[in-house]
């Protein structure tokens, strides 16, 4: 059996995420904190690249590492928020991220691998434009697992996104 030859861009790719356009350059300027990342994309394969994620990306020049807990649709008090919606619980994980991100001195930008958890798939896809709406302006697109559960640890919530971030 042949190994596929792995294709390395390191110059920008367009990447169209559910109706978003990415521009992937290759690096990562944060607006907060001092962030210079440097990330070349491997992808063996492109179908991954129209889905908005890459296979793989190198990370140089990181001295700190942010592992993310699980965001989900909760409050500032935990409690679950838009029972049974999944458009605004992604929108509100999203937003929870951004402010773990931030306490961590760190953006969208920053992150360099995503873990998603829904408990129905085809909807968290019909809702996946806002992933885009959101990393799109950061030019980001992290290796990223999408899995569908049963059910998440809190009842009522359906999407469930963790982050590693690195500056």
């Known amino acids: 059996m042949s190994e596929p030859n792995v294709h390395i861009d390191t110059l920008s790719q367009m990447v169209s995420v559910f109706g978003t356009i ?4 290759g690096s990562s300027n944060a607006k907060q904190g001092e962030c210079d990342l440097e990330r070349t994309a491997v992808n063996p394969w492109e179908w991954s690249i129209k889905l908005g ?3 793989a990306e190198m990370i140089d020049s990181a001295t700190r590492q942010l592992i993310c807990a699980g965001q989900t649709a909760v409050d500032e008090n935990g409690a679950p928020q838009h ?3 999944m458009r605004p619980q992604i929108s509100l994980a999203l937003d929870n991220l951004e402010a773990v991100l931030k306490g961590g001195r760190m953006n969208l930008s920053n992150v360099v691998k995503l873990s998603v958890y829904a408990t129905d798939v085809d909807e968290a896809l019909k809702n996946f434009d806002l992933m885009g709406m959101r990393f799109g302006p950061h030019q980001v697109a992290p290796p990223m ?3 569908g559960v049963t059910r998440l640890a809190i009842p009522g919530l359906l999407f469930e996104i963790e982050a590693t971030a690195m500056a």
Not at 22 to 25: K, M, P
């Open 22 to 25: 990415l521009i992937y350059t």
């Open 83 to 85: 029972p049974g919606d």
């Open 145 to 147: 697992t999408l899995l």
């Open 53 to 55: 994620y890459n296979q």
